[in-house]
């Protein structure tokens, strides 16, 4: 069964830092480009990361340039997402989803994914 479990969401203060894992479980993340993506409360669901397969370059949206960092392990079919100096406004559900290959040009498209996740919560907070 296709399976992408995301984990390390949580409460944190503004400043601070989480480390989010999206593993995947059912076929091997080594052929998939792996996107975040993250939905506020009223909000629409917005790219947030990409990581491509075989150089794992990256693309990241301007809000998190700079302070978010992906990650990619193979041998452990698990994708990181370090997030640092976090900000009230990254207050969201994170979701890691996959998709063949490379990000491109149209990473921030969620109908371009095959698998999701469920989400993992992640609260800014004083």
């Known amino acids: 069964q296709v399976r992408l479990a995301e984990s390390g969401g949580g409460l944190v203060q503004p400043g601070g830092s989480l480390r989010l894992s999206c593993a995947a479980s059912?076929?091997?993340?080594?052929?998939?480009?792996i996107g975040w993506f993250r939905q506020a409360p009223g909000k629409e669901r917005e790219g947030v990361a990409c990581?491509?397969?075989?150089?794992?370059?990256?693309i990241y949206a301007d809000s998190v340039k700079g302070r978010f960092t992906l990650s990619r392990d193979n041998a452990k079919n698990t994708v990181y997402l370090q997030m640092n100096s976090l900000k009230i406004e990254d207050t969201a559900v994170y979701y890691c989803t996959a998709r063949k290959w490379l990000c491109g040009s149209t990473w921030f498209d969620t109908r371009l994914y095959d698998y999701w996740g469920q989400g993992t919560q992640v609260t800014v907070s004083s």
């Open positions: 059912g076929f091997q993340l080594d052929y998939y480009a």
């Open positions: 990581i491509s397969t075989g150089d794992s370059s990256t």
